[in-house]
């Protein structure tokens, strides 16, 4: 192929703050602690990393009371977790760090705010996303997850009611969420609780897919954030794939491509991009 190929790279690829926080935490615990290490499901939603993480055995549980050891660390991953959980957690011989992301802790706070003055919660995310689980914990029985404003538009009537967002929703989701609510309340308390990483992500993507013949979003499968970027560029880019690892790029795939844009979820490593990005370069014969 032609050396002509002009291949960008998103500089929000990659992880986020809150993920690189909760990674770091952990192997940290790892290098300087002589006990067995326990995540409360995958610390993130990318499979690689999951890996790297059982090398060095820090290991996914489902439920607490797989861990035997006494003496044993449960972390409390990015997304974090309903109080009742953290307090079930917090009540037994274990050491419990909790590694929920920042921006996740302010949505807890924004929706404990407004339900303890009777507020319904309405959250615009995914129902079984381990952070919606976690939200939903917060909402003093009175909250109801939206997938977007199809959903909005059967919902029943609110006198008040206070609409969030899944941290890595997309805007335009939310927004078109929003106002199809305004249609079911009273009075509509509107917390734009997309985190900024998330926001900019998404703008690059817009930005960037647009002026592409290709994009290549580079995630897990299982990763909310990573999917939702991969829409985004469907609907915007002539082409776009979603891969989890650089095998999957094949001569055919970037066969006639003069621009090519890679981007990534918030759970994707450094390291993944760049194999990626070689693989690219390699198969086009750019520099």
């Keep these: 192929m032609s050396n002509r ?3 960008t790279v998103a500089a929000s690829a990659g992880f986020c703050p809150g993920v690189k926080t909760a990674i770091d935490m952990v192997l ?8 067995p290490i326990y995540t409360l499901g995958p610390l993130i939603h990318n499979q690689q990393v999951i890996e790297m993480l059982e090398e ?9 009371t797989e861990i035997k050891e006494a003496d044993a660390i449960l972390v409390i991953r990015a997304h974090g977790v ?45 129902r079984d996303h381990a952070e919606v689980v976690g939200l939903m914990g917060y909402t003093r029985g009175r909250g109801t997850v939206i997938s977007g404003p199809e959903e909005a538009a059967a ?23 929003v106002k199809a609510v305004r249609e079911k309340t009273a009075e509509l308390v509107i917390s734009n609780t997309i ?33 939702r970027l991969f829409q985004i560029c469907a609907r915007l880019a002539p082409a776009a794939v979603h ?25 994707t490593p450094t390291w993944m991009i760049e194999k990626a990005l070689a693989r690219v370069r390699e198969l086009t014969g750019a520099k």
């Excluded at 419990?96 to 407004?114: F, G, M, Q, S, W």
């Excluded at 919902?155 to 335009?172: C, D, S």
Aim: proline letters at 4%; a positive charge.
């Design 243 to 267: 891969i989890e690892k650089e095998d999957e790029l094949t001569p055919a795939l970037l066969a006639g491509k003069k621009a090519i844009f890679i981007t990534a979820g918030a759970s």
């Design 155 to 177: 919902l029943p009537r609110f006198e008040k009611a206070n609409i969030v967002a899944q941290t890595t929703q997309e805007e335009a989701v939310f927004l078109a969420s």
């Design 56 to 64: 060095k055995n820090i290991r996914a549980i489902k439920d607490v």
């Design 82 to 126: 309903p109080p009742e959980t953290e307090k079930l957690l917090r009540s037994r011989s274990l050491e419990v760090v909790d590694a929920t992301c920042p921006l996740v802790k302010h949505v807890h706070r924004t929706i404990e705010k407004y339900a303890d003055k009777g507020y319904h919660t309405i959250i615009v995310g995914d």
């Design 5 to 7: 190929t002009q291949i």
């Design 28 to 35: 940290e615990l790892a290098r300087t602690r002589q006990k």
């Design 195 to 227: 985190c900024k990483p998330t926001k900019d992500r998404q703008e690059e993507t817009v930005a960037l897919s647009i002026t592409s013949d290709l994009v290549i979003v580079i995630g897990g499968k299982n990763s909310a954030n990573t999917a």
